[in-house]
């Protein structure tokens, strides 16, 4: 049975994971990548347009489903070497996440709906999936 995650990311950083068709969350650490499995779906949530920038994205911008076995690394520099999974990702229109807030599960806190996204990466029920993908244009059926 799949499981289903959000991970958080700025719409740049989340545009080269689905040009390369990876995931890579919590600044390429293996964590949160460790808990999910083949056939696992992920969404990205991005804050932000670009990192360590204030411009506002707040919208689902991808949506895929985990193709490997397990996280690997990647050398992106000398002195950073992220975990990675591999992931395809799905045609996908990005979404905001002010329509759904109310609707969201996760979001326990209407006033203060961005708090579950401070953790970088975490799981969903599959109704909240299914919300975000049918914002997303996607009708999932698995």
Not at 72 to 90: A, C, G, H, K
Not at 93 to 100: A, G, K, M, N, Y
Request: hydrophobic letters at 35%; charged letters at 25%.
């Amino acid at each position: 049975m799949s499981q289903y995650w959000i991970g958080v990311a700025s719409r740049e950083h989340v545009m080269r994971g689905v040009a390369g068709g990876f995931a890579q969350i919590c600044h390429g650490k293996p964590g949160p990548l460790n808990r999910m499995d083949t056939g696992d779906w992920i969404i990205y949530y991005s804050p932000v347009e670009k990192f360590g920038e204030k411009e506002s994205c707040r919208r689902f911008t991808a949506i895929g489903k985990i193709t490997d076995d397990q996280p690997y690394q990647f050398r992106m520099s000398d002195d950073f070497i992220p975990w990675r999974r591999n992931v395809t990702f799905l045609s996908a229109r990005e979404t905001s996440i002010e329509p759904l807030i109310e609707s969201l599960s996760f979001i326990k806190d209407k006033r203060r709906w961005g708090f579950p996204f401070r953790r970088g990466c975490f799981e969903i029920s599959e109704s909240d999936f299914q919300l975000i993908a049918s914002s997303m244009g996607l009708r999932i059926n698995e």
